[in-house]
């Protein structure tokens, strides 16, 4: 099992990115899938998160800018990433439980860099 994330870069303050993560491999089922993002000498922190049922929860530094989604069918997740501020400027990190072989696991995905420049 694997998760890949993509479409990190560079933007400037105002604009837009869209992140995206499939997972992959042996998979029974996804409970949640979310990001996180993390800055050098601080602690990983939630970003956003959806569960298979679609429910949402966002950290209060992204509300209103930010709009996690997900299709369960092709096992990916969103983030729309709108109205971008330079601290916003982060590793951003897909993550996901997920249920395989009759175990539930944690995945992280690599790391795709997003840098909003001022």
């Known amino acids: 099992v694997q998760l890949q994330a993509s479409g990190g870069g560079l933007v400037q303050a105002g604009g837009s990115l869209r992140l995206s993560c499939v997972a992959s491999g042996r998979i029974s089922s996804i409970p949640a899938m979310g990001w996180f993002r993390q800055t050098p000498g601080s602690q990983r922190e939630l970003v956003a998160r959806?569960?298979?049922?679609?429910?949402?929860d966002y950290a209060d530094s992204v509300k209103g800018r930010f709009t996690i989604s997900r299709d369960n069918a092709k096992k990916t997740v969103y983030l729309q990433m709108d109205s971008l501020k330079p601290e916003d400027t982060a590793v951003y990190y897909c993550?996901?439980?997920?249920?395989?072989?009759?175990?539930?696991?944690?995945?992280w995905g690599k790391g795709t860099q997003v840098t909003v420049s001022s």
């Open positions: 993550h996901a439980p997920i249920t395989t072989s009759g175990f539930i696991i944690e995945y």
């Open positions: 959806i569960t298979s049922g679609e429910s949402t």
